[in-house]
């Protein structure tokens, strides 16, 4: 099995294939951050794009890739898709439901990060902004976002030099809504700019956002591609994983002996 991860689901889905004995799970990450090791055999860094992933398949040959990678990591999911159909290997896509707005939102839904970024000063002028590291540099050097006070909330720091006016949280979820209702008024914060992530990790920041009136900037998911078997529980991909293995690796869960 290859688990293309970088998120809890492909962590928990590579602990639990993993308690099959009879199954070797490699989960792969990007090897971007430092923390937030998964269980498990782990191979780190990319692959080298679809050719490179296709040679490491056929290197590899795992029976199923799970890519289980993050629902903003688009590049990853279209080599998987690529790779995978190259050398004829089933792939599952593995990708938490997106958050939907309930009564007391104030939504305000964009595409990207760079409309986002358009849309901010129109909306608040002291945002938290939850994008992650790598995009907030569309935030910082916008032309219109220079007046604003930024508080920036990212798992590792910023390898950019931030402006002073930006002020760097760093933290990793679950989060509480006490804890986030805490920051949201010991920051002052007016809005918030988030990506429709999904999920129960970091859900807390919209119901605190709702309690306390705040608009919310929540950038759509790039669009999924087309035909793909996707799956939104971790426990329903370990399920279609284990009825798509090829007929005689029958799972018995906990068996000590050594991996085939
Ligand atoms: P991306 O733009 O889709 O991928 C960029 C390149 O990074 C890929 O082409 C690939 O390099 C490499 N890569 C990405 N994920 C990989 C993996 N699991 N294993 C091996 N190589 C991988 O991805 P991203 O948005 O930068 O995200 C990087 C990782 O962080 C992903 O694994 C994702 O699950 C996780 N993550 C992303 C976000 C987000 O908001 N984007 C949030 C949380 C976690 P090669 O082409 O050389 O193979």
Same mark, same amino acid.
């Given at each position: 099995?290859?688990?293309?991860?970088g998120?809890?689901?492909?962590?928990?889905?590579?602990?639990?294939?993993?308690?099959? /004995?009879?199954? /070797?799970?490699?989960?792969?990450?990007?090897?971007?951050?430092?923390?937030?090791?998964?269980?498990?055999?782990?191979?780190?860094?990319?692959?080298?794009g679809?050719?490179?992933?296709? /040679?490491?398949?056929?290197?590899?040959?795992?029976?199923?890739?799970?890519?289980?990678?993050?629902?903003?990591?688009?590049?990853?999911s279209?080599?998987?898709?690529?790779?995978?159909?190259?050398?004829?290997?089933p792939?599952?896509?593995?990708?938490r439901e997106?958050?939907?707005?309930?009564?007391?939102?104030?939504?305000?839904?964009v595409?990207?990060?760079a409309?986002?970024?358009?849309?901010?000063?129109?909306?608040?002028?002291?945002?938290?902004?939850?994008?992650?590291?790598?995009?907030?540099?569309a935030?910082?050097?916008?032309?219109?976002?220079s007046?604003?006070?930024?508080?920036?909330?990212?798992?590792?720091?910023?390898?950019?030099?931030?402006?002073?006016?930006?002020?760097?949280?760093?933290?990793?979820?679950?989060?509480?809504?006490?804890?986030?209702?805490?920051?949201?008024?010991e920051?002052?914060?007016d809005?918030?700019?988030?990506?429709?992530?999904?999920?129960?990790?970091?859900?807390?920041?919209?119901?605190?956002?709702?309690?306390?009136?705040?608009?919310?900037?929540?950038?759509?998911?790039?669009?999924?591609?087309?035909?793909?078997?996707t799956?939104?529980?971790?426990?329903?991909?370990?399920q279609?994983?284990?009825?798509?293995l090829?007929?005689?690796?029958?799972?018995? /869960?906990?068996?000590?002996?050594?991996?085939?």
């Amino acid at each position: 099995m290859l688990v293309l991860g970088g998120t809890g689901e492909g962590h928990r889905l590579a602990e639990l294939l993993g308690a099959h /004995r009879h199954l /070797r799970v490699v989960t792969s990450l990007a090897g971007r951050t430092t923390q937030h090791r998964p269980e498990g055999e782990v191979r780190r860094g990319g692959f080298g794009g679809a050719p490179g992933l296709a /040679r490491w398949l056929h290197a590899n040959a795992p029976a199923i890739v799970v890519d289980a990678t993050h629902p903003f990591a688009v590049q990853i999911s279209r080599n998987a898709l690529a790779a995978t159909e190259l050398v004829g290997c089933p792939l599952l896509r593995l990708q938490r439901e997106a958050w939907r707005p309930t009564a007391g939102d104030r939504w305000l839904s964009v595409p990207d990060v760079a409309a986002a970024a358009d849309l901010l000063p129109d909306v608040g002028r002291r945002p938290l902004v939850t994008t992650g590291r790598l995009d907030l540099a569309a935030f910082t050097t916008h032309p219109r976002c220079s007046a604003l006070h930024l508080v920036a909330r990212c798992v590792e720091p910023p390898t950019d030099t931030v402006p002073a006016r930006t002020t760097v949280l760093l933290a990793r979820g679950p989060y509480a809504v006490a804890g986030e209702l805490d920051l949201l008024r010991e920051h002052r914060i007016d809005v918030l700019v988030t990506k429709n992530s999904g999920g129960d990790d970091t859900r807390a920041k919209l119901d605190a956002a709702r309690e306390l009136g705040l608009s919310v900037i929540m950038i759509d998911r790039p669009p999924a591609p087309r035909g793909l078997v996707t799956l939104p529980s971790v426990a329903g991909a370990e399920q279609w994983v284990l009825g798509a293995l090829p007929r005689g690796s029958s799972p018995a /869960r906990g068996r000590q002996s050594p991996v085939q």
